[in-house]
Nanobody
Framework: QVQLVESGGGLVQAGGSLRLSCAAS????????MGWFRQAPGKEREFVAA????????YYADSVKGRFTISRDNAKNTVYLQMNSLKPEDTAVYYC???????????????WGQGTQVTVSS
């Protein structure tokens, strides 16, 4: 069982940066692939990034590649999403998710946080 709590969202101007954090409970955090998804108003939830249990492999959606960086600290049971060069189209509720295997679709993840709002103004 994994419980996830996101933080770090907010309002930022286009071109700015934010760092999201996702704190996990449970002693098996290091066993899980961690993912970030986002959902904009009126749109389906979409994959943003994922990181392997060791942190050695990372995966990104094309829309964020080169701007966002996912990382994790297994000693702190935390995964991060550093978001740079933010654009208005990045505005969404951002969710972290956990699962034992890598997936790119939301239904492939069994554990979810409550989400944190990111708003990018133009």
């Amino acid at each position: 069982q994994v419980q996830l709590v996101e933080s770090g969202g907010g309002l930022v101007q286009a071109g700015g940066s934010l760092r999201l954090s996702c704190a996990a409970s449970g002693r098996t955090f290091s066993s899980y692939v961690m993912g970030w998804f986002r959902q904009a108003p009126g749109k389906e939830r979409e994959f943003v990034a994922a990181i392997s249990w060791s942190g050695g492999s990372t995966y990104y959606a094309d829309s964020v590649k080169g701007r966002f960086t996912i990382s994790r600290d297994n000693a702190k049971n935390t995964v991060y999403l550093q978001m740079n060069s933010l654009k208005p189209e990045d505005t969404a509720v951002y969710y972290c998710a956990a699962e034992l295997d890598l997936g790119y679709l939301d239904y492939e993840y069994g554990y979810w946080g409550q989400g944190t709002q990111v708003t990018v103004s133009s």
